[in-house]
């Protein structure tokens, strides 16, 4: 009787009865485990097999123009259409470039990297948060205060990088196709409108090493974020059709504005040429230059060609924030009480208490949130032990909670 033959692994060795059902190659078998162990080896040394796909999963008719782009914005944003508008022609244009490359085209469409200058609370952060459920390329929000030079305590420049690869499962030609929006860019303003002698570990270093980032090239980037190390497997990505977007609040910028414009934030004085200027929203008057004034150098401002504003938020913006949305602050609130089969009602007057109240704080649509957490807190701890079947929020109710929590404090924030 012939000898029944033992299957083995040709990488461990083990015969098929301890490793289970094994694949056969030209000359030898792979257990299931030696294949996983095999893809990880890969991951870690190149950033994914090389069969990954760069062609691009959808052409122009498929496309979201930018009317229907901002449409979806207007979901979840009120107001800023200057903002949304330039947004949603930067995403729709990134797109175009996406389905060209590969294409032997003789006019190379250049990428137009987007600043947002608003101060908080207006919704730099949550129109990206929000366009972000809408595209179909990776993309991540990171934040550039964390940012340090290269040998410094913090993040170095490529852990941005690092964050779109994780979002893009390690996936190198589509990480190459994504999004990138850094949040509070203006934390890494230099000190001085001047350049300077001494170290400068967040501000202007910083920008240097931006640079080559948002113009486009090669980046050696570690696969788990952190320090670089002499001993450590890189990932390089081409950051040539990484989209990038950024926002800041600039907070005194309106003083570098008025300079410009010869007039005064505060104050009676004024010449004649500036009588027809909004003193009230400078911001609708900035220029790269103002951008240079307040400690961007110029090579980063020319690499964020296209610069738009956020408007601050007056008091109908703040009463439509508080209900119009589809996660508007009120409706999440209504949910969580639905959660415990309790209706919660808001009395119109409340509401515009709330937005009265913000107004004086000075915190933007932040802390319209925190003056309804403040009035609600105590309905939310007894509620849910109580179990009753309605329960409607009045102005002397909101009144009263807000003095008990004293929020007056916020005016210092």
Request: proline share 5%; charged share 25%; hydrophobic share 40%.
């Amino acid at each position: 009787m012939a000898k029944k033959t033992i299957l083995t692994c040709a990488f461990c060795g083990r015969p098929e009865s301890e490793a289970g059902p094994l694949i056969r190659g030209v000359d030898g078998y792979i257990c299931a485990d030696c294949a996983e162990q095999a893809n990880k080896i890969f991951n870690e040394m190149y950033g994914g097999l090389k069969s990954q796909s760069n062609e691009v999963d959808f052409d122009l008719k498929s496309l979201p123009t930018p009317v229907e782009i901002k449409k979806f914005l207007d979901d979840y944003v009120i107001g800023q259409d200057d903002a949304k508008r330039y947004l949603s022609v930067a995403v729709y244009n990134h797109y175009k470039r996406l389905i060209q490359v590969g294409n032997n085209d003789e006019v190379e469409i250049e990428k137009s990297n987007i600043i947002m200058v608003g101060s908080t609370g207006t919704g730099k952060t949550l129109m990206a948060r929000t366009i972000a459920k809408l595209l179909k390329v990776p993309f991540t929000i990171v934040d550039a205060t964390v940012l340090t030079e290269a040998g410094y305590v913090g993040e170095d420049i490529e852990s941005i990088l690092t964050r779109l690869l994780q979002v893009s499962d390690y996936n190198v030609p589509k990480a190459e196709q994504g999004i990138v929006f850094i949040d509070e860019i203006d934390k890494i303003a230099r000190k001085g409108d001047n350049p300077s002698i001494t170290r400068d570990v967040s501000g202007e270093g910083v920008q240097q090493g931006l640079l080559k980032l948002l113009e486009g090239s090669v980046v050696n980037v570690p696969p788990q974020g952190g320090r670089k190390h002499p001993d450590q497997k890189m990932i390089p990505v081409n950051t040539k059709n990484i989209l990038f977007i950024c926002g800041g609040a600039f907070d005194g910028i309106e003083k570098k504005i008025a300079q410009r414009l010869n007039t005064h934030v505060v104050g009676y004085s004024a010449s004649r040429n500036t009588a027809t200027i909004d003193k009230g929203n400078l911001m609708q008057y900035i220029s790269p230059q103002d951008l240079k004034s307040f400690g961007l150098i110029p090579e980063i401002i020319g690499r964020l060609p296209v610069l738009t504003y956020l408007n601050p938020l007056d008091r109908h913006a703040l009463r439509a924030i508080l209900t119009e949305p589809k996660n508007s602050i009120i409706r999440q609130y209504v949910k969580l009480f639905q959660m415990d089969k309790v209706k919660l009602e808001f009395q119109p007057e409340v509401l515009d208490y709330i937005v009265d109240k913000a107004i004086e704080f000075k915190l933007g649509a932040r802390g319209l949130r925190s003056i309804v957490e403040a009035i609600m807190m105590d309905a939310m701890f007894e509620i849910p032990s109580t179990h009753p079947k309605h329960f409607s929020v009045t102005l002397d109710y909101a009144r009263q909670q807000l003095e008990k929590a004293n929020m007056a404090r916020l005016q210092s924030v």
